[in-house]
């Protein structure tokens, strides 16, 4: 299965919001990274059918989407970032519902073994409206899942989780990235280090950069610096240097950052992860799990 | 397709509950029928009571020479009321005479009106053609079909169904998962128009069936098989019964109300508000009643049927035509509905 996007191009009257994106996307999950605005939920509403690009294409297997309709719908699970529910619907009911509209055989059992795999069936017969956020999230994934998607497109699907909650999905994540495609967009990096196959940098609308993670790090290697420091001196470099970010560990305080010569006398090469990508691409430091 | 109008319909009834409003309607229009309603007739409800009933049966010749007789009877026993009293002052008559004069006179004076309403009833059944004319007591079901006009509580309870159907998805904010669904815009914009059609649709018979139903506990349905001519003094309705004339009636209101809420959801998704679709909603459906009587021409009803909602509908009426004329306006309303919906999601 291949999906490709040939030089797709999103404009609002003045603004560009995506500028000649092309990428070819096999199976595996790959992670959109940008900060906000870069054009990441514009790229996944035009593949889902939600937004007509100005120009360009996508193609699966050679077939136009847009063309394929309901056939390419069938296979596509989407979670957007804000997502709706009817509040007197109970976790069941939203799944039977949208179970109709996606035409799932044997719904019943479906919805069963996603309630498990979300962690919703205790509360799978309380109203949605008394959900908490990352309950609904959770059911958002579900609702993607439903149809067993060959695609599955997430916005910023981890927004306001805690901690235990984004390891939850992270979890589900791994369960069901095998053969499909799994596009997932987020401006939190720790979310997808560990579960994506490859990364999609996007700024201002056009893709900067794509490879896994590994790939990505190596191209910072050497270019990401630890500097010892007083918590004071370390606060009023954060005042001047946007790319940079505080660690408290054994031995003091320091600053990591990321910078093409050495920042500083004391300052000493640090492994470089995928924050430090996204700090080198994007110039700023990335919201924090 | 029915998979998703009867998800569409559990929905309806799940979010916008449904049967709170159905029960609501049917009981506010319960009590309405309960309560006194003040008729004015052109009779005395009794003595046109008792004379129906003396002279029940198929209209003849015979029955129609007596009301003119007994009319002329009580012209005559009127027009000498003066003269009767001068001649008692003058001392002509006795008193004996006098009162049994005036005991007649005050007879003639109650019957009169109900009399000469009779001779006129009369007559003009005289000109009609084409349905069996029969002389029966007529009141309730003429009080029936005056009532049976304009009916605020289903155009509420049709905005309280219909707006939300699909203003519903706005506040929700669930458009992106519903657009994203294999069933097409289309299908599902139908879908939710389909239960809203039938909801509409059975609601409002409901109504009428209370209607009746109440009707038929007070004053029976003894002469629910007579022809609705001898009601309405005219031709047209060919022999269409009091019963048959109804259940016409009720069901083109319905499907009024069924195109009326075709053209509240295309409000609804122009608005994208519940409370100023509701407004609009209820300033466009009450306006085509409240000119109706003032709306010339028998045409303008196939162009504003809602003025069909105001009153029974005229034996000029084209009910194929009309009903044709009902139905292409809700298929338009829909698919612009349809259209408008899915472009602003």
Known sequence: ?289 | MLRIFFTELKKLIRINRLPLVILLAVAVRAVLCILPSVHEHPYSDEVYKSCTAQLEGRLTAEKTEYLNSRLAEIDRLIAAYDEMQQRYTAGEVTLDEYSAYTERHGKAKAEESTVRYLCRKCKALDGCTDFDKQIFCDTAWSDLFEDNGFDCVMLIALLCIAVPAFDNEYSSGSFKQLLTSKRGKAQLAVSKLAAVWVTVLVLSCLMNAVRLGIFAYHNGLTYSDMPVGNILLTDGFGDTSLIGYYLKDTIIKSLIWAMYACLFSLIAVLFKNVAFAVLAGFIIGITPPMISSGAGGENAVYFISGLQLAKMYAASVELWLLAGIILLKGVLFSAAASKVWSKKA
């Not at chain 1, 054994?250 to 996204?278: C, R, W």
């Open chain 1, 1 to 289: 299965m291949e999906l490709e996007f040939k030089n797709v191009c999103k404009s609002y009257r003045s603004k560009q919001a995506l500028t000649d994106f092309s990428v070819i996307l096999q199976e595996g999950v790959h992670a959109l990274l940008g900060p906000n605005g870069a054009g990441k939920s514009t790229l996944m509403n035009i593949l889902a059918g939600l937004l007509k690009q100005t120009s360009g294409g996508v193609t699966l297997d050679g077939a136009d989407t847009d063309k394929m309709g309901a056939a390419f719908r069938e296979i596509l699970g989407f979670m957007p970032q804000e997502l709706g529910f009817y509040k007197s619907f109970s976790a069941v009911e939203t799944l039977e519902y949208y179970a109709a509209l996606r035409d799932v055989k044997d719904s019943k059992k479906r919805i069963d073994e996603l309630l498990t795999l979300v962690n919703l069936q205790e509360d799978k017969k309380r109203k949605v409206g008394g959900y908490s956020g990352g309950m609904k999230r959770r059911l958002g994934i579900a609702l993607a899942l439903l149809n067993d998607p060959k695609i599955l497109i997430l916005d910023e699907p981890t927004a306001g989780l805690d901690p235990k909650e984004r390891m939850r999905f992270r979890n589900v994540i791994s369960q069901v990235g095998f053969g499909r495609i799994v596009i997932l967009a987020t401006h939190i990096v720790s979310d997808v280090e560990s579960i994506s196959d490859d990364c999609l940098l996007l700024k201002e609308g056009r893709l900067i950069d794509k490879g896994s993670p590994d790939e990505l790090c190596a191209k910072v290697e050497g270019k990401v610096w630890d500097i010892p420091m007083t918590e004071q001196q370390a606060e009023s470099y954060l005042l001047t240097h946007s790319c940079a970010n505080i660690i408290k560990r054994e031995g003091g305080v320091f600053v990591h950052t990321v910078s093409d010569e050495k920042p500083d006398k004391n300052a000493s090469h640090a492994k470089a992860g995928l924050e430090d990508v996204y700090m080198n691409y994007f110039g700023e430091v990335t919201e924090n799990a």
